[in-house]
């Protein structure tokens, strides 16, 4: 019995090790296919300083987005109506299998048309590509008559992979390993932290070959104040409610979300109506990075009246746009908007609190409304600090805000 354990272990070992490896190369070309679309569509290279197109002609943007989306919508509706359907990760842990090629395409496509301008998260399709590897990885020991391992381990390779695929491409290992174990799994044991840290250490490595570890998102380099926590107070709270909302309106364009021959227009309008957007205010295309950067980089009350419309414009073309056949993440836009909350809140009281920093409050109002919106708490903490390279004084002013947010978000969502 004993050994038969031992044999148990060391192959959950090797898996681990196999799969960051698989999963981080997949992860990077991932990267570097998001790279090329928007170098060939957009006629830019998306960095920190450079989130948005900003040098590209309007009517490139304009043209980017909409016949990406006439693309997609083409490949969408094969994918959910000619062929056997991709499935979600959470119905690959019940034991449904994700058909490979499928899942490839469906993945891929996802980053072409974020690499495109389309107004949703890339950070679904490394989880899903990280699942189906390692569910086909379990499926392949199986075949092979090495020893078995347990339902519970299959699920813990999966949810781990899943992580692992979001560690690589932003470089981020403990947020991989938290979304498995926190938000996948829901359940934090040695075992599954181990197991889920180690392959997303693994895959963030091999990612950084190509990505290197310069943060996501660029902010100032001042310590957290005692102005910024007392501002926590008036932020958090409607982080919370508007977190609430966020995740009630993606659930509802999830559950809603076209499939038959209507994608065929209505994610090209939509497409069209981020493009119209897109002329004068460009930030509103791809995940929301180069929103969210705006509004850490805003300093004067001027921006308010730009960061409020691109808040709620972000938000409805989103939700419209996952409602209209898109598949996508919602955790980047969810900091995007949070982060513009953050910076409005901070520029609305700048003239009484002149010591206030702007970048600090859009830091914080990013994570406390991705909190609420994902009901993530630890998970949205460690992700802000990692892909923002926070130090330590960020996270007395985080994690209050979070667990407020949290706490507020939860009342919302249980009524």
């Known amino acids: 019995m004993a050994v038969n354990q031992y044999k148990k272990t060391i192959v959950l070992v090797i898996s681990t090790i196999s799969l960051g490896l698989i999963v981080g190369l997949s992860s990077m070309l991932l990267g570097l296919f998001l790279d090329l679309v928007e170098r060939v569509f957009l006629k830019y290279e998306e960095t920190a300083k450079i989130p948005a197109p900003l040098g590209t002609f309007p009517t490139d943007r304009l043209l980017s987005v909409v016949v990406g989306a006439i693309i997609v919508a083409v490949i969408w ?23 490979f090629w499928q899942t490839i395409l469906h993945v891929m496509t996802q980053i072409f048309f974020v690499g495109t301008g389309g107004s949703v998260g890339r950070e679904l399709a490394p989880r899903e590509a990280g699942a189906l590897f390692a569910q086909k990885w379990a499926n392949l020991l199986q075949k092979l008559h090495i020893p078995a391992l347990s339902q519970s381990d299959r699920q813990l390779l999966m949810t781990a992979a899943a992580g692992a695929g979001f560690a690589g491409i932003y470089i981020a290992p403990f947020t991989g390993m938290l979304f498995s174990v926190e938000v996948l799994l829901k359940k934090l044991t040695l075992r599954t932290v181990a197991v889920s840290l180690t392959m997303s250490t693994i895959a963030m490595f091999v990612g950084s070959l190509a990505k290197g570890f310069r943060p996501y998102y660029l902010i100032g380099d001042a310590k957290f104040s005692a102005i910024s926590f007392l501002l926590i107070f008036i932020l958090a709270p409607i982080a919370g409610v508007v977190g609430a909302l966020f995740r009630k309106l993606c659930q509802w364009a999830e559950s809603h979300q076209t499939t038959n ?28 990075r180069s929103l969210a950067q705006l509004a850490m980089s805003s300093s004067s009350q001027k921006m308010v009246s730009i960061l409020l419309f691109g808040g709620l414009l972000k938000t409805f073309v989103t939700v419209l746009t996952i409602r209209a056949g898109a598949a996508g993440g919602t955790l980047t836009p969810a900091i995007a908007i949070g982060a513009v909350i953050g910076a409005i809140v901070g520029l609305f009281l700048m003239p009484w609190l002149p010591a206030v920093s702007i970048w600090q409050c859009a830091v914080i109002g990013a994570g406390a409304l991705l909190a609420a919106s994902q009901q993530a708490p630890f998970m949205a903490m460690l992700m802000l600090i990692e892909i923002c390279h926070l130090d330590s004084s960020a996270l007395l002013s985080m994690g209050v805000a979070i667990l407020i947010a949290t706490g507020v978000s939860k009342k919302m969502l249980v009524k």
């Not at 509706?77 to 058909?99: D, V, Y």
């Not at 119209?276 to 791809?286: H, K, N, R, T, V």
């Open 77 to 99: 509706w094969f994918l959910r109506t000619q062929t056997k359907t991709p499935i979600s990760i959470k119905k690959a842990l019940n034991g449904e299998q994700m058909p």
């Open 261 to 288: 021959k209507l994608i065929f227009w209505q994610l090209p309008a939509m497409g069209l109506i981020t493009g119209l957007i897109a002329l004068l205010l460009p930030e509103i295309m791809g995940n929301g």
